[in-house]
Structures are given as structure tokens and as C-alpha cells.
């Protein structure tokens, strides 16, 4: 299947500091990409959706000035999180749809290791 | 709004039995459900998708059921390995690839 990764894959951080999260896909295109927070014990939960070339579309909840998107590229979407505080602190994991340029169904969505961040 | 539940949180079985994991959700009518698997500390990984005018779907040891009627889906591992530990999620597509997803069921299979 198709392979999303992240970077980094975990970060600690001081309180009030940003911090930049990548997602990639590596072998297929992905003009739509994906956010998920997921707490301990909890199941992810959609923040927002990264669009190429256009604005990110956020859920409901979600502060779009606190959770920077920017989807630059069709291989490429990052999440910052400006001035984090210790309630950031989750896993953040990123999604791709493949378009059916890497093969596998349409629906199928690729998601990526995640990334554990620690805000202190 | 979109409400789905999987029927535990934990199952616990012995290794060569048949787990069941069941997937309820409510306000909705889906055209396709999807199961992920779950280990700590990893993002999910795609399992298998059933549409709505689909009634079964296998994938080698895995079985999935959907009927719309009853809102459900059941997603059976026979002749289950330690190895199938993890916490299984069942997600509904929303519209546009935006998924959202139950609670999850950690599964424990023990030798």
C-alpha cells in the first residue's frame, strides 16, 4: 500500500513555543490530506482537512489560528501548533486518500505513524 | 449528529477462537464502513471497506458484516494469534474522505 510518514515522529516542547508537524506521501499524490488528534485511551478525532493550493477547512472546535495548515504541495501538508500549551499535548496523526495514482481503492485512506507531542 | 459505538472497550480470547467486534452507529446512512487496526504508539492501519449494498467481505482470517437495517457491522479474526492484539477502530466516511471513527476495541489474544 501507499506510505504516509511524519516528522517528527515525537517533540517536546516549552509552553508558548510553536511547533511544525510534517506529513508525506511518499509514493502517490494527495491533493486532499487529513488531521487527527488522539488522546490516551481516546479515538482520533478529525481537526481538520488540508486542501492543495486552498485553505484548510476546520471542524468544529478546532481554532484555525492556534492550528496552522498549510498544504504546499501534493506530497506535502504541515500542522502548526502556535503557542502550545500543556493541553496540546496529544498524538497528532495525519491522513492521506490515494486519488488512485498508487493504486488500492479509492476510498482507501493511508495514514501516517504519528507524531507524540509533549508540551511542558 | 454522527454517533458510533463499538460494543467494548476490551476483549479478551484464546488463541485459535474467533474474536467479534461489533460497530453501531446512529443519524446516518453511510455508504461505505471501513476497520482499521491500531497498535500504541502507531497511527491505523486500513483493514478492509464494505459498502452498503455489500452484505460480507473477507480478507484472508478477517470477515466483515454491514447491514444498514440494523446499523451495524461485526468484524470477525478467526482462528486469532497474539499477534492480533491491538485496538481495532471502525470509521464511517462522513463526505469527502473525512472520517470519523468509534472508540475502538483493544483486543487481547492470549496464548
Known amino acids: 500500500g501507499a506510505v504516509v510518514s511524519q516528522h517528527p515522529s515525537w517533540v517536546i516542547c516549552k509552553s508558548g513555543t510553536s511547533v511544525k508537524i510534517e506529513c508525506r506521501s511518499l509514493d502517490f499524490q494527495a491533493t486532499t490530506m487529513f488531521w487527527y488528534r488522539q488522546f490516551p485511551k481516546q479515538s482520533l478525532m478529525l481537526m481538520a482537512t488540508?486542501?492543495?493550493?486552498?485553505?484548510?477547512?476546520?471542524e468544529q472546535g478546532v481554532e484555525k489560528d492556534k492550528f496552522l495548515i498549510n498544504h504546499a504541495s501534493l506530497t506535502l501538508s504541515t500542522l502548526t501548533v502556535t503557542s502550545a500549551h500543556p493541553e496540546d499535548s496529544s498524538f497528532y496523526i495525519c491522513s492521506a486518500r490515494d486519488q488512485g495514482l498508487a493504486g488500492g481503492t479509492y476510498n482507501e485512506q493511508f495514514f501516517g505513524p504519528g507524531t507524540r507531542l509533549t508540551v511542558l | 449528529s454522527q454517533k458510533i459505538e463499538q460494543n467494548s472497550e476490551a476483549l479478551n480470547i484464546q488463541e485459535g477462537k474467533t474474536a467479534t467486534l461489533t460497530c453501531n452507529y446512529t443519524?446516518?446512512?453511510?455508504?461505505?464502513l471501513q476497520w482499521y487496526r491500531q497498535d500504541p504508539g502507531r497511527g491505523p492501519v486500513f483493514l478492509l471497506l464494505i459498502r452498503e449494498n455489500e452484505k460480507e467481505k473477507r480478507k484472508e482470517r478477517l470477515k466483515v458484516t454491514f447491514d444498514t437495517t440494523l446499523k451495524q457491522s461485526l468484524f470477525h479474526i478467526t482462528a486469532s494469534q497474539p499477534a492480533d492484539s491491538a485496538t481495532y477502530l471502525c470509521a464511517l466516511d462522513i463526505g469527502g474522505g473525512k472520517l470519523i471513527f468509534g472508540q475502538g476495541t483493544e483486543l487481547s489474544v492470549k496464548p
Open positions: 488540508s486542501n492543495e493550493g486552498s485553505k484548510a477547512t476546520y
Open positions: 443519524n446516518y446512512s453511510p455508504a461505505y
